[in-house]
């Protein structure tokens, strides 16, 4: 699967929808975002999800009629860990150097739950990783 590079505005969007699990029309997107996006306006958001949709990085998931108005709920055609690991892959980056940098982040960002979530991760891999080369 080819998977596009997406700007920063983009990959926004696509952490929202990956992150709330389940395909959402542009007005929910607009009904749940928080920060700096809660912002944005309906013309915007439409922008982007049509720039998203062309690059076959978002689909239709659903259509919804309500008061005769037809509404599509979209949903990301592959996953943010597919994503990550194209990004990984185009920019020459490393499994360990992409692990440092957002060990780095969450510490920067006082993110504590995120940093040990992050050392039973590498903890699982590392035990699997040994019970392999035991079994060998």
């Known amino acids: 699967m080819n998977i596009p590079a997406l700007t920063k505005t983009e990959e926004k969007v696509m952490l929202f929808l990956w992150n709330k699990g389940e395909p959402l029309s542009v007005q929910e997107m607009l009904e749940s975002w928080e920060g700096e996006e809660k912002t944005w306006k309906d013309n915007y958001m439409r922008a982007i999800v049509r720039a998203l949709m062309e690059k076959g990085a978002l689909t239709i998931a659903e259509l919804e009629c309500r008061n005769n108005r037809a509404s599509r709920r979209l949903a990301p055609t592959f996953s943010k860990k597919d994503y ?8 020459g980056l490393t499994a360990s150097e992409m692990v440092k940098a957002q060990a780095v982040a969450m510490a920067k960002c006082g993110d504590r739950e995120g940093i040990d979530a ?8 590392i035990e699997e990783y040994r019970t392999r080369e035991d079994d060998a």
């Open 84 to 91: 990550y690991a194209q990004m990984m892959k185009r920019g």
């Open 118 to 125: 992050l050392i039973r991760d590498l903890e699982d891999i």
